[in-house]
């Protein structure tokens, strides 16, 4: 079994295509991390929400994972992947890909049509996903705003590690702050992925993020906990209030992912991302 000992600030990072085109651009993603890397980000989720993950077919799914692994290996970063968000045989593809190119760690979101509505379904799909890579630390991808599937995290932590030999935890995308707090647990990963209540949830014992705002200034995010961590709570919540304000004058100018993609591309124009893909850049 492979050990997932992470902890501190993992990008979900954008899905790079050629402007002007919606072809994979995966020469920028060597860059990319180098970027990262310098700017201290330890670890990367690759096509998550922010990555359009469920906006790729399997195969480009496939090729950019592939892409991440290799610059991620060569410079130190721990890249985990997301597989969820298709249909079932393709999740299972994903899984066993994931373990075949030996990812650091697996995401998964539940199953987004027969959603399931109790801990124990919940419980049951991701424990028959998790099977297909067995030896890869699992984790599941709690974002109910997009999914629909909120059933009591706490609730499902307990009854998953006990079935599942390879879980590890979740990504938790909610601002309910006390229901992510419960799930604190030692030995258990938690990573927190709401970029607005982050200042809350380091005062509340999170140290695991990913969280969309790592790609554009994550020294930011650097800030906050380290403040915190040492008491300075009147400068961490003041640095939060600025992020929050550089979150919603980002938001002025579209969608989450669009918005947040655009403000990468202008911060760093060298690193070629191109824009959203159908939906997400319709009017």
Known sequence: ???FTFKGLMAP??????????????????????????????GVLVNGTSGEGMLLTTAERMAVTEAWQRSCSKHGITMMV?????????????????AKIN???????????FKPKTPEALVAYIKAVASHCPTIPFFYYHIPMFTDVNVPMPAFLDIAEKEIGNFRGIKYTSGDLDQESACLKEGRHIFLGADTILCGA?????????MTTLNICPEMADKIINDTNRGALNEAREEQQVLNRRIATILQHGDWVTAMKKAFRETFPAIEVGHTRPPLNLK
């Open 1 to 3: 079994m492979k050990q």
């Open 202 to 210: 380091v005062a509340a014992g999170f140290d695991c993020f990913i």
């Open 82 to 98: 997301q597989i969820g968000g298709a249909p079932f045989p393709d999740v299972v593809q994903l899984a066993e890909h994931a």
């Open 13 to 42: 990072v954008f899905t790079p295509y050629t402007n002007g085109s919606e072809k994979l651009n995966l020469d920028a993603i060597e860059p990319y991390v180098l970027l990262l890397k310098e700017k201290r980000v330890r």
């Open 103 to 113: 990812t650091d760690a697996v995401l998964c979101l539940p199953e987004l049509y």
